[in-house]
């Protein structure tokens, strides 16, 4: 190694902590701002160029840099996404943040030929406000970086130079992989578009509309159809509503038929009161001022079940579907019979 | 009211026994502060024992859900008599605690 490559890696290794602490402050930066715009991403990673690494560097192009500042990649942090939208998204994130040199910047993005496909990641060289030293931020996707992991992996254990018909079906494997993040991208976009005209459906009150399933009944429930209920209830004993997860509701009302919202939003509404009756029924008597919020839907389901025949069995059945099957179901069905025929008649 | 909590394998089990009402509410509470800090572990509440539950003693059975399953606990109600039962029915607590 010459005397210039020599003086570089001795200021390398002076200015060793200076790049751990800009390490620290870029992660640190980053990851605040992803909690911020509300981004998840696969990794978030970082590393300091080792001793060895820049050694062969400098052994390959020394007399290229003037000093360390100019060898841009000292400190590289590394985003990996799940979409390639989300890769501009962060792009933009990272020009807010970073100071960003953009003559030594680069889209490998944009460099590929229209008929040649190969490495894709967005390369910009950021420089953090206090600090003499750049950081080379790279930003690229799940699958790129699969590609890209492997093509190195393939190139560093070759040792010898790969025939040209490989290096085109490793590239071949790169358009595979575009066409297959570009697909992911329009899913998201088009289940995005699905889930926003389920909620203004739902909001609209157009449920005939609407397909029973996981995604529409969590859209359902975000117009909290058992909240007017539920205060009915609290309101027999001035309880407090404790919140909890109604999702498994769902395979309830599929059970009973439902394969609509339009159908759970008439089974609600023709079953309500008497979900009420039969609460007030039981609280009244009692002191109990702490409801959870699956008061309401699970009254309304209990009615339902015993108003179209179902029976004690019918009502083991429910509450298999949302306790799980277990030894205490059969007691608490018996239980809710014997409570529910007092009030209900329902000729049991 | 009295509360035991013992350590077995990956489990932590609370025996209550007793009236577990508003005045027992306060010392229960403290006892069972152990589970709140417990870490990816069973925490089964063991009531074989207990006679009745109120209000209060929902309440930190919801505590116990709350904070242990935010440390990864799984939470399981074991052994609830008749009455008990009927007050986690009529509050929709069952759809809340798995209950064996």
């Known amino acids: ?348 | 009211m009295k509360t035991i909590i013992e350590e077995k394998g990956n489990q932590l089990i609370a025996k209550f026994s007793g009236r577990l009402d508003t005045p027992a509410a306060v010392q229960t509470a403290e006892d069972v502060k152990p589970l709140l800090e417990a870490k990816d572990k069973e925490i089964v509440l063991d009531c074989t024992e207990l006679e009745y539950i109120s209000s209060s003693g929902l309440r930190i059975f919801l505590s116990v859900r709350k904070e242990a399953g935010a440390h990864g606990c799984k939470v399981k109600v074991h052994n609830i008599n008749a009455d008990i039962r009927q007050v986690f029915m009529m509050t929709g607590f069952v759809s809340l605690f798995e209950i064996d």
Not at chain 1, 25 to 41: C, K, P, Q, S, Y
Not at chain 1, 136 to 160: C, F, M, P
Not at chain 1, 313 to 319: E, I, Q, V
């Open chain 1, 1 to 348: 190694m010459d005397l210039h490559s020599e003086l570089i890696l001795e200021e390398y290794r002076a200015q060793l902590p200076v790049f751990e602490q800009m390490q620290t402050e870029v992660m640190r930066t980053l990851r605040e701002a992803l909690d911020r715009i509300g981004l998840r991403v696969t990794a978030l990673e970082s590393r300091i160029k080792t001793e060895q690494s820049l050694s062969g560097k400098l052994a390959l192009k020394g007399s290229k840099y003037q000093s360390l500042r100019d060898i841009t990649d000292i400190l590289g942090a590394r985003i990996v996404t799940f979409y390639t939208d989300d890769v501009d998204h962060i792009a933009a994130m990272a020009e807010q943040l970073f100071e960003i040199d953009w003559n030594n910047s680069v889209d490998k993005r944009m460099l590929h030929q229209l008929d040649s496909f190969g490495y894709n990641s967005l390369h910009y060289i950021c420089r953090v406000p206090g600090y003499d030293y750049p950081f080379e931020l790279q930003l690229r996707t799940t699958l790129q970086h699969a590609w890209a992991s492997i093509n190195h992996d393939i190139g560093y254990k070759s040792g010898v130079e790969i025939p040209r018909e490989y290096m085109r079906r490793i590239n071949r494997m790169a358009g595979i992989l575009e066409m297959a993040d570009d697909e992911f991208s329009r899913i998201r976009t088009e289940i995005t578009d699905y889930r926003r005209r389920v909620q203004q459906l739902v909001q609209s009150g157009k449920l005939d509309d609407v397909q029973l399933d996981g995604d529409t009944f969590g859209s359902y429930l975000e117009v909290r159809p058992f909240d007017s209920l539920n205060r009915r209830i609290a309101a027999i004993n001035q309880a407090e509503i404790q919140e909890v997860p109604l999702n498994r509701y769902l395979r309830v009302f599929k059970a009973m038929g439902c394969k609509t919202l339009g159908d759970v939003e008439r089974v609600v509404r023709q079953y309500e009161n008497d979900a009420y009756r039969l609460a007030r029924h039981q609280l009244g008597n009692t002191d109990l001022d702490i409801i959870s919020s699956a008061v309401g839907v699970q009254n309304i389901c209990i009615v339902w079940i015993l108003s179209t025949g179902g029976g004690k069995l019918g009502l083991k059945h429910f509450f298999d579907a949302i306790n799980g099957h277990n030894t205490q179901n059969d007691a608490i069905a018996k239980m809710t019979y014997e409570q529910a025929k007092k009030v209900m008649g329902y000729g049991l």
